[in-house]
Structures are given as structure tokens and as C-alpha cells.
């Protein structure tokens, strides 16, 4: 059996925020350590029939781009549920709703802008 291993790594300041976030992956193309701002995992535990997740992001991240990054991980989920099951239904309203929060985004810009 192949084996293939995701690593992250967090800096922590003094009051356990996250400075800095790095990631390695076995598999992936360069060898070389990534940085990024903001990891969310979600972990489903079979046994209990819930689900887990872990939401880090580090300081230097703003608002917008957390924001941003949340509509493109929807809009990443309602892929996987059409590949994973081909419920086209829960994909598309999950698509409505990034689509709807892309618009609130755009909003939220002009509105700051004026």
C-alpha cells in the first residue's frame, strides 16, 4: 500500500495566534516547504457520525481575503459533493450561495470605496 503524508506547521505568537503557516506534502511537485495564510480541515468521524474541523489563519491575513477564501472553499465542496455523489442539487445551491456572497463581497467593496 502507498503511503502519503501532509504536514503543517504553525508559529504560534505568546498568545497561541498563528504567525506563520507552512505545509510539506510527500506527493507534492517540489520539494520545497509552502507558506500559507489560513488552513480549514474538516475531518469526519465515521464512528461517532459527526464532523470535525480545524480553522487557522494568521494574523497577517485580511479580512477580505479570509472572506474570499471561504466562498472559494464552498464553491471547492460543491465540486467534491457532485464528483463524490452527483447530487447536482446540493452543488448548485451551494453554488447559489457562493454566487450570492461573491455579490455581498462586491458590495462590501464599493461601499468601502465610497
Not at 464532523?51 to 465542496?77: H, N
Not at 465540486?79 to 457562493?98: H, V
Given at each position: 500500500m502507498r503511503k502519503s503524508d501532509i504536514n503543517f506547521n504553525i508559529e504560534l505568537d505568546e498568545q497561541n495566534v498563528p504567525e506563520k503557516i507552512t505545509w510539506?506534502?510527500?506527493?507534492?511537485?517540489?520539494?520545497?516547504v509552502a507558506d500559507c495564510k489560513a488552513i480549514t480541515l474538516s475531518l469526519w468521524d465515521g464512528t461517532g457520525k459527526g464532523s470535525m474541523r480545524i480553522?487557522?489563519?494568521?494574523?497577517?491575513?485580511?479580512?477580505?481575503?479570509?472572506?474570499?477564501?471561504?466562498i472559494e472553499t464552498i464553491a471547492g465542496m460543491a465540486d467534491s459533493i457532485l464528483g463524490a455523489t452527483g447530487d447536482k442539487y446540493m452543488a448548485d445551491e451551494m453554488g447559489e450561495l457562493c454566487q450570492r456572497l461573491i455579490n455581498h463581497l462586491k458590495e462590501e467593496q464599493k461601499a468601502a470605496a465610497n
Amino acid at each position: 500500500m502507498r503511503k502519503s503524508d501532509i504536514n503543517f506547521n504553525i508559529e504560534l505568537d505568546e498568545q497561541n495566534v498563528p504567525e506563520k503557516i507552512t505545509w510539506n506534502a510527500t506527493d507534492k511537485p517540489t520539494d520545497a516547504v509552502a507558506d500559507c495564510k489560513a488552513i480549514t480541515l474538516s475531518l469526519w468521524d465515521g464512528t461517532g457520525k459527526g464532523s470535525m474541523r480545524i480553522d487557522l489563519w494568521t494574523k497577517e491575513m485580511p479580512v477580505g481575503d479570509m472572506k474570499r477564501f471561504y466562498i472559494e472553499t464552498i464553491a471547492g465542496m460543491a465540486d467534491s459533493i457532485l464528483g463524490a455523489t452527483g447530487d447536482k442539487y446540493m452543488a448548485d445551491e451551494m453554488g447559489e450561495l457562493c454566487q450570492r456572497l461573491i455579490n455581498h463581497l462586491k458590495e462590501e467593496q464599493k461601499a468601502a470605496a465610497n
